[in-house]
């Protein structure tokens, strides 16, 4: 048995867990819910010896661990698949592997490559194109390339932190049924997800933390989805309502024409057109790898290897007219270790504003950070904490109030609701939503189905760098699921 006793833990003045018992039996899934912000990461990294707990302690069938250890809690056969993959960014995934339990006495990247991808044919996974960097991976690749690290340890507690949350819809049901596999192996595993209905489906038993505290122990034959999230974070506020019919008479708010982008590998993007007005939500499906990245980074900024053209409110090549909400929010969206108040900074709009003459207004600068986080619900220390020190769901926040403060005329938000809560969620949908209704336009890239069906006025599939826009008749979860498999007629 896995158990914790008294674990407490705080960040400057803010107390992520507050004497947390906490016990996951072998041949059980365990998952752990809560809010953002409620402790769950930080208890699950506390446990990988990934956090020096400030006390309380840890034990495995019976003896205590060494808290803060990373390279014992390994060698204890626990471990851990972050929300954000720890990779390194500029080796290939041979490489990464290597680093783990792939190693050979040689380094023969060759013989891990092989090792590699017979392990990953067992667990349906697809890995990369061979000697591909890490930075050139999507992040759905990368945490499979996490998972399949980690599973290679053999380990007796497995932690998995939001790992469906990159998911195609045709992926979750095979994962599903890993997690069980690896339960009827007697293995512990410890899951950590705001999707409740993935709980529901797959959990033995379900701990609910609420502000560093455990407020339920439950199983979901005792409980439902609704009573989980009262748990959570109290009573929902009523969704809004998402403006189903496009404004086709608008205005034109972004106008791509023709846009294409060879990479090594093959099109990345092949001939993309499409055309958004004012006052719209349009949506973008896809199952990750299929050119959604490379489309975001080319409304981000031009790129030289790119072709074709992308006009903005009517003018090619406005400044600042396009703000973008990245899906990997600690490597493209955040500096992690700058104050919060700097990384609004970030932003060129911003930062104009607040330093028109060249000169940094400092005092306006920290007022507005103030203002941003008491309005988006931002739990954090203080406007000077660094962004490190945020959960990842008040960074995904952080990341949307910046975009919305930029007074753009195009938002285009990158699998945005990713590891938020339902109520971080629902409330980014209203930003959303609200932002469309004062004349702005968005671009919603998801793998999330329910989110573009919910949102969306009209829908696009990508599928191998190519972009179909959906019929009225075709939006079903299961027709789009085909759809992004790349089975067009």
Same mark, same amino acid.
């Given at each position: 048995?896995?158990?914790?006793?008294?674990?407490?833990?705080?960040?400057?003045?803010?107390?992520?867990?507050?004497?947390?018992?906490? &016990?996951?039996?072998?041949?059980?899934?365990?998952?752990?819910?809560?809010?953002?912000?409620?402790?769950?990461?930080?208890?699950?990294?506390?446990?990988?010896?990934?956090?020096?707990?400030?006390?309380?302690?840890?034990?495995?069938?019976?003896?205590?661990?060494?808290?803060?250890?990373?390279?014992?809690?390994?060698?204890?056969?626990?471990?851990?698949?972050?929300?954000?993959?720890?990779?390194?960014?500029?080796?290939?995934?041979?490489?990464?592997?290597?680093?783990?339990?792939? &190693?050979?006495?040689?380094?023969?990247?060759?013989?891990?490559?092989?090792?590699?991808?017979?392990?990953?044919?067992?667990?349906?996974?697809?890995?990369?194109?061979?000697?591909?960097?890490?930075?050139?991976?999507?992040?759905?690749?990368?945490?499979?390339?996490?998972?399949?690290?980690?599973?290679?340890?053999?380990?007796?507690?497995?932690?998995?932190?939001?790992?469906?949350?990159?998911?195609?819809?045709?992926?979750?049901?095979?994962?599903?049924?890993?997690?069980?596999?690896?339960?009827?192996?007697?293995?512990?595993?410890?899951?950590?997800?705001?999707?409740?209905?993935?709980?529901?489906?797959?959990?033995?038993?379900?701990?609910?933390?609420?502000?560093?505290?455990?407020?339920?122990?439950?199983?979901?034959?005792?409980?439902?989805?609704?009573?989980?999230?009262?748990?959570?974070?109290?009573?929902?506020?009523?969704?809004?309502?998402?403006?189903?019919?496009?404004?086709?008479?608008?205005?034109?708010?972004?106008?791509?024409?023709?846009?294409?982008?060879?990479?090594?590998?093959?099109?990345?993007?092949?001939?993309?057109?499409?055309?958004?007005?004012?006052?719209?939500?349009?949506?973008?499906?896809?199952?990750?790898?299929?050119?959604?990245?490379?489309?975001?980074?080319?409304?981000?900024?031009?790129?030289?290897?790119?072709?074709?053209?992308?006009?903005?409110?009517?003018?090619?090549?406005?400044?600042?007219?396009?703000?973008?909400?990245?899906?990997?929010?600690?490597? &493209?969206?955040?500096?992690? &270790?700058?104050?919060?108040?700097?990384?609004?900074?970030?932003?060129?709009?911003?930062?104009?504003?607040?330093?028109?003459?060249?000169?940094?207004?400092?005092?306006?600068?920290?007022?507005?950070?103030?203002?941003?986080?008491?309005?988006?619900?931002?739990?954090?220390?203080?406007?000077?904490?660094?962004?490190?020190?945020?959960?990842?769901?008040?960074?995904?926040?952080?990341?949307?109030?910046?975009?919305?403060?930029?007074?753009?005329?195009?938002?285009?938000?990158?699998?945005?609701?990713?590891?938020?809560?339902?109520?971080?969620?629902?409330?980014?949908?209203?930003?959303?939503?609200?932002?469309?209704?004062?004349?702005?336009?968005?671009?919603?890239?998801?793998?999330?189905?329910?989110?573009?069906?919910?949102?969306?006025?009209?829908?696009?599939?990508?599928?191998?760098?190519?972009?179909?826009?959906?019929?009225?008749?075709?939006?079903?979860?299961?027709?789009?699921?085909?759809?992004?498999?790349?089975?067009?007629?």
């Amino acid at each position: 048995m896995l158990r914790t006793r008294d674990i407490t833990k705080r960040f400057g003045m803010t107390l992520a867990l507050d004497r947390v018992d906490f &016990d996951a039996q072998p041949g059980e899934i365990h998952a752990l819910v809560g809010e953002n912000g409620a402790g769950k990461t930080t208890l699950m990294n506390i446990i990988a010896g990934r956090l020096q707990p400030d006390s309380g302690e840890i034990l495995l069938d019976g003896a205590a661990m060494r808290a803060g250890s990373a390279v014992g809690a390994l060698a204890a056969g626990i471990a851990a698949v972050n929300q954000s993959p720890m990779l390194f960014e500029r080796f290939t995934w041979e490489e990464n592997l290597a680093l783990g339990s792939f &190693d050979t006495d040689g380094f023969d990247l060759l013989a891990v490559a092989t090792r590699a991808r017979e392990f990953a044919g067992k667990l349906g996974f697809v890995l990369p194109p061979a000697s591909s960097t890490i930075e050139r991976c999507s992040v759905a690749e990368r945490v499979r390339l996490e998972l399949l690290r980690a599973l290679s340890f053999n380990p007796r507690v497995l932690i998995l932190d939001e790992p469906t949350g990159m998911l195609a819809p045709g992926g979750l049901s095979p994962f599903l049924e890993l997690l069980r596999r690896l339960r009827g192996e007697s293995r512990i595993i410890l899951l950590v997800t705001h999707k409740l209905a993935e709980v529901m489906t797959v959990a033995d038993r379900i701990t609910v933390l609420r502000q560093g505290r455990i407020v339920a122990r439950t199983t979901p034959a005792e409980t439902s989805e609704a009573a989980l999230a009262r748990l959570m974070i109290g009573e929902l506020a009523p969704a809004p309502a998402a403006p189903k019919s496009p404004p086709l008479a608008g205005e034109t708010a972004l106008s791509i024409e023709n846009l294409s982008l060879e990479r090594d590998s093959g099109r990345a993007l092949d001939a993309i057109s499409l055309v958004l007005r004012r006052g719209e939500i349009a949506g973008v499906a896809g199952v990750d790898g299929n050119g959604q990245s490379e489309l975001v980074e080319a409304l981000a900024s031009p790129r030289r290897a790119a072709s074709g053209t992308v006009t903005v409110a009517g003018s090619a090549g406005a400044p600042h007219a396009i703000a973008v909400i990245p899906e990997d929010r600690d490597l &493209d969206g955040l500096v992690l &270790d700058m104050p919060l108040w700097e990384n609004l900074l970030l932003a060129a709009p911003i930062r104009d504003r607040l330093a028109p003459q060249g000169w940094l207004d400092r005092a306006r600068a920290r007022g507005l950070c103030r203002s941003l986080l008491y309005r988006f619900h931002i739990r954090a220390p203080g406007i000077d904490a660094l962004a490190a020190a945020l959960s990842g769901g008040n960074r995904q926040r952080l990341e949307v109030a910046r975009a919305v403060e930029s007074s753009p005329r195009v938002i285009v938000a990158h699998n945005v609701c990713r590891g938020l809560d339902i109520a971080g969620a629902a409330a980014v949908h209203r930003v959303l939503i609200d932002f469309a209704a004062a004349g702005g336009a968005v671009l919603l890239v998801s793998s999330d189905l329910d989110e573009l069906l919910e949102l969306c006025g009209r829908l696009f599939v990508m599928s191998g760098g190519r972009l179909r826009e959906i019929e009225s008749a075709d939006r079903d979860p299961v027709r789009l699921g085909i759809l992004m498999a790349g089975k067009w007629e």
